[in-house]
């Protein structure tokens, strides 16, 4: 069973478009995220949720939207996409702050055409 | 501001070399470390972490780190580099508080040369 999924994988779509990634996690913990990893590697946390509650929101368009139904599942809505947004995003879930690391996702990589 | 800063952002050496990936990290207060390892389209995979118990960490794959206080460092080596050990690098650190946040490194590309 993997622990951390999301779908898709891969994701092509126009600028303008409507997208959305989801997450799901069977470890049991309490927190995740979804972070961007740009062209250059570079990993940004975008935001986090714990049990549910948004805990980091960081300096991200509103046109990003997560939602969390469960602490289980965390999904990642864009609306109105466009080119800059194009990046591998990674979902991820921990044990609430503390000494553990995170577990990652494999990545959905959106492109913007 | 807390963050992690890896010097060098592409490494290369032969195989069988020794491994040095620099980590640095700007706190006054230790904070929990770690290093991740991304392989080509795969996402970041936790290699060791460093969490006060023990100086020198060993992790996965022979790789471990060494935690420096007066550095203010976490160095990541493996005695002799494999093949396999090509892929992203990565440091983190993440400190106490309610949001727990992982802030990573900018990366290092490690290339092992036949």
């Known amino acids: 069973d993997t622990a951390v999924s999301q779908t898709p994988k891969y994701l092509v779509t126009q600028m303008g478009n409507d997208k959305s990634i989801k997450c799901e996690q069977n470890l049991g913990h309490d927190t995740m995220y979804w972070y961007k990893q740009d062209s250059k590697k570079f990993l940004k946390i975008m935001f986090s949720?714990?049990?549910?509650?948004?805990?980091i929101n960081e300096t991200v368009p509103n046109r990003f939207s997560p939602k969390s139904p469960d602490k289980a599942h965390l999904n990642l809505h864009i609306n109105s996409l466009e080119l800059g947004d194009s990046a591998v995003y990674f979902c991820?879930?921990?044990?609430?702050?503390?000494?553990?690391?995170?577990?990652f996702g494999s990545g959905t990589r959106l492109t913007v055409v | 501001a807390q963050s992690v800063t890896q010097l060098g952002s592409h490494v290369s050496v032969s195989e069988g070399a020794l491994v040095l990936l620099r980590c640095n990290y700007s706190?006054?207060?230790?904070?929990?470390l770690f290093w991740y390892v991304q392989y080509p389209n795969q996402g970041l995979q936790l290699l060791l972490k460093?969490?006060?118990?023990?100086?020198l960490v060993k992790g996965i794959n022979g790789f471990e780190a060494e935690f420096k206080k007066s550095e203010t460092s976490f160095h990541l080596t493996k005695p002799s580099a494999h093949m396999s050990d090509a892929a992203e690098y990565f440091c983190?650190?993440?400190?106490?508080?309610?949001?727990?946040?992982?802030?990573f490194g900018q990366g290092t590309t490690l290339q092992v040369k036949p």
């Open positions: 991820a879930s921990s044990p609430p702050a503390g000494t553990d690391g995170y577990t």
């Open positions: 983190a650190v993440r400190y106490s508080g309610n949001t727990g946040k992982l802030i």
């Open positions: 949720y714990n049990n549910k509650e948004l805990i």
């Open positions: 460093y969490t006060s118990a023990a100086t």
């Open positions: 706190s006054s207060v230790p904070p929990y």
